[in-house]
Structure formats: structure tokens, C-alpha cells
């Protein structure tokens, strides 16, 4: 009789973790850049930039030490704004974050400039990251590879 694999297994659960967190983490650089947009109004005529395995490599990382801040201050004004609708904060256009009470302008001011020290913390100039950030709107090849980097990320590092 074959024995079934047990799902509650610790390697199971990592397995399910990593492959959860790395989910979050793609949806986290799409909620970036709908809700916390970090990126420039795009030039539909600019060509597609390319991307290195070092330049992804940071992007990934940047994006994972982003998730925890970016998540605070996302619920932080959830809860001063109330049942409301969260509004799209654009991090370089203060018309976005004028619109906003006084406090939860404060806290995206915070989390914008963070953000951006992560970014150069991880060895991208701000406006890679953000032609990264676009580009993995309609890019699949780069996605699958911003996807792998993570999931490799994730990993304990004795398993990498």
C-alpha cells in the first residue's frame, strides 16, 4: 500500500509557505505599485529596460524588505481613513498624498521615503526600480523570473 504524503509535514509546510509568501510577494509589487505607486508617469514611446540577474536579484530583495512597512502603513491609514476606500497614493505626485488626512499623509510620506531607502539600500537607483515595477505589468518572462528569485530568496539559506 502506497502511503499518502502528509501535508502537515514540516517540509510540506515550507514548501507551502514559501510558495505563499512568494505569491505575496508578486502581489505585493502589484499592490506597490496600484496603491503605494513608487513609479513615474511611463513614457508609452520608452523602450522596454533591460534587466540583468543582479538587477532582479535586487529588485527581489527590495520588494521582500518592503512587504513588512509597506503593510503597516497600508492598515495604519485603513484605520484613520475608516470603511472608506484606500485612494491611490503615488509616492511621487503629493496631490496624491495632499488628499489625505493630515496623519495618514504622514505615514505615507514615512513609508514613500523608506521605501525608497530600500530600494537604494539594495543597489537600484529609484527609477529602475520603478521601469521594473512597470515592466512586470506585461512582461511574463521577467515576472517568472522576479517570481524564482523570491522563491529562492525565501529559502533557508542552507537550502539554497
Known sequence: MKKIPDLSSRTGRKRTLSRSLCFGAIATVGVIFNTFSLSSKADAQTPSP??????????AQAVLAMEPARQNAFEEIKKLIGNGE??????NDSNSINGLPKKAQDIAVNYC???????ESNGLKFEQFNKITIE?????????QVY???LRLQQ???SR
Open 148 to 150: 524564482n528569485t523570491l
Open 50 to 59: 533591460i534587466v540583468n540577474n543582479t538587477e532582479i536579484n535586487s529588485y
Open 136 to 144: 512586470l505589468q506585461n512582461n511574463t518572462i521577467l515576472k517568472s
Open 156 to 158: 533557508p539559506p542552507e
Open 86 to 91: 484606500i485612494p491611490n497614493i503615488v509616492c
Open 113 to 119: 521615503n523608506h521605501a525608497q531607502k530600500i530600494v
